[in-house]
């Protein structure tokens, strides 16, 4: 079950009030119930998560980057609160973290891994169930490999591990598999809130794409999931950093070295 535990009034009043948190409307009267958690990426780093009964907000602590999704529609406002600048896209279109983990998966999608509900647990003092790949799927991608059907980039085994019902299993499964689109982890997630994915690649190596440290029941100002309306509208998620590109000019060739060393 959940501990009963709460995060200090202060520190919740900061994670609400950071830039990105607040919604950019006028306060709207009441509170929420919700959950505050404290989740992290091997590939992403660390982010802070608010989550209610209809809603779903995210920020990453170093870049920005974060989103909004609530009910009904669960339109996705893609954002980043240094840049001050968003995007939007059905929930159907969201791309999320797909080409990222890709990159490190060796392009073999991890949202369609065959996942099977399997013992009861406990993470950060919530029941949860781990959902694991098969034998029979990892004798499958053993063999794959052997005919170079498959990298050693790709998953051999995999393990993801989701809420057991109870108050913060409440988000809609549309809620749940958005947060899955944005950790580029398996979307089996659908079927309770996603709060640890790991996987083992063909080369033996360990890859843990989402993993929850925290989790603290707390009250929510009512209007904590609005998108902001002072934010620059771009086209996609691309265009969200506004920082300069450094441009790569190559390798500086060694008569070039030569002529720098003879300039007085």
Same mark, same amino acid.
């Given at each position: 079950?959940? /501990? ?5 009034? %202060?520190? &919740? #009043?900061?994670?609400? !009030?950071?830039? $990105?948190?607040?919604? @950019? ?94 013992? /009861? ?5 919530? %029941?949860? &169930? #781990?959902?694991?790949? !098969?034998?029979? $799927?990892?004798?499958? @991608? ?123």
């Amino acid at each position: 079950m959940l /501990k009963k535990s709460f995060l200090p009034a %202060a520190i &919740v #009043s900061a994670i609400i !009030s950071l830039p $990105f948190l607040p919604a @950019q409307a006028a306060p709207t009267a009441g509170e929420i119930d919700g959950f505050s958690l404290y989740q992290t990426s091997t590939i992403t780093g660390d982010k802070d998560v608010l989550i209610s009964a209809n809603a779903v907000k995210i920020l990453d602590r170093k870049n920005g980057n974060g989103l909004i999704a609530r009910a009904p529609d669960w339109k996705v406002y893609a954002l980043n609160q240094r840049s001050r600048r968003i995007c939007t896209y059905t929930a159907a279109k969201y791309p999320g973290s797909g080409k990222d983990i890709i990159s490190i998966t060796g392009g073999a999608p991890l949202n369609d891994l065959p996942l099977k509900r399997g013992t /009861k647990a406990t993470l950060s003092g919530t %029941a949860a &169930v #781990s959902c694991e790949t !098969s034998k029979a $799927f990892e004798a499958k @991608q053993l063999k794959d490999l052997e005919r170079a059907f498959a990298g050693p980039r790709f998953a051999k085994w995999a393990e993801l591990m989701i809420a057991d019902k109870g108050p913060m299993d409440k988000l809609p499964k549309q809620g749940k598999l958005i947060i899955c689109r944005y950790y580029g982890i398996s979307e089996f997630g659908g079927e309770g809130l996603p709060l640890r994915f790991k996987y083992v690649d063909l080369a033996d190596q360990l890859h843990t794409l989402l993993l929850t440290n925290s989790i603290q029941a707390v009250k929510l100002p009512a209007n904590t999931f609005d998108p902001p309306r002072d934010f620059t509208t771009v086209s996609d998620l691309s265009k969200l950093d506004d920082r300069p590109k450094i441009k790569d000019n190559g390798p500086v060739k060694a008569i070039e070295i030569i002529k720098k060393r003879n300039v007085h």
